[in-house]
T-cell receptor, first 115, second 114 residues
Framework: AQSVTQLDSHVSVSEGTPVLLRCNYSSSYSPSLFWYVQHPNKGLQLLLKYTSAATLVKGINGFEAEFKKSETSFHLTKPSAHMSDAAEYFC?????????????FGKGTKLSVIP | KAGVTQTPRYLIKTRGQQVTLSCSPISGHRSVSWYQQTPGQGLQFLFEYFSETQRNKGNFPGRFSGRQFSNSRSEMNVSTLELGDSALYLCASSLSLAGEGEQYFGPGTRLTVT
């Protein structure tokens, strides 16, 4: 069994300040991890993915995430928030085993950016 | 390259009816996955089709079914609609299986059941 917990349902930051969106996971197998972003009335877009290569993953729009196996975490960060970052963010874990795979989405974190 | 398209974008149905949603993947993509998104449950995986075969299935009742055609277009059908089926239904396509790499999502179909 696997699960994903996004620790904050809502995060609010001021424009120009750092962003931290937290994600913890559990998985019986070696997982792949993803962060997706969903802007209002739009589909999801991939920000970045971890697939057992480098533990620090750089994505689009200045976002990055670090895979920490010992802490079972995959937190998303950005040094300086921009108004256009206001959206909902989803952490996703995928793990395969016994001939199939499981794909699990977190509940999402809504990011607000204050001008 | 055209993105993932979903039709219709909005739909209103009555309890007990059935509905069919359509998804056209990005050209060359062989995998199509379906998701249900609601405020309470978040994003939940329905099923994935790859080269016309269902490869993975989430924990939804048999009222939810799907299929994929030889051109990779996919349809999702929900029979005997319930109020709780009101949701945004998202379709995503990918080159490989959904769990292996990047998925490209469509804008969704907003289904309202009254």
């Amino acid at each position: 069994a696997q699960s994903v917990t996004q620790l904050d349902s809502h995060v609010s930051v001021s424009e120009g300040t750092p962003v931290l969106l937290r994600c913890n996971y559990s998985s019986s197998y070696s997982p792949s991890l993803f962060w997706y972003v969903q802007h209002p009335n739009k589909g999801l877009q991939l920000l970045l993915k971890y697939t057992s290569a480098a533990t620090l993953v750089k994505g689009i729009n200045g976002f990055e995430a670090e895979f920490k196996k010992s802490e079972t975490s995959f937190h998303l960060t950005k040094p300086s928030a921009h108004m256009s970052d206001a959206a909902e963010y989803f952490c996703v874990v995928s793990a395969s085993g016994a001939g199939s795979y499981q794909l699990t989405f977190g509940k999402g974190t809504k990011l607000s950016v204050i001008p | 390259k055209a993105g993932v398209t979903q039709t219709p974008r909005y739909l209103i149905k009555t309890r007990g009816q059935q509905v069919t949603l359509s998804c056209s993947p990005i050209s060359g993509h062989r995998s199509v996955s379906w998701y249900q998104q609601t405020p309470g449950q978040g994003l939940q995986f329905l099923f994935e089709y790859f080269s016309e075969t269902q490869r993975n299935k989430g924990n939804f009742p048999g009222r939810f079914s799907g299929r994929q055609f030889s051109n990779s277009r996919s349809e999702m059908n929900v029979s005997t609609l319930e109020l709780g089926d009101s949701a945004l239904y998202l379709c995503a396509s990918s080159l490989s299986l959904a769990g292996e790499g990047e998925q490209y999502f469509g804008p969704g179909t907003r289904l309202t059941v009254t």
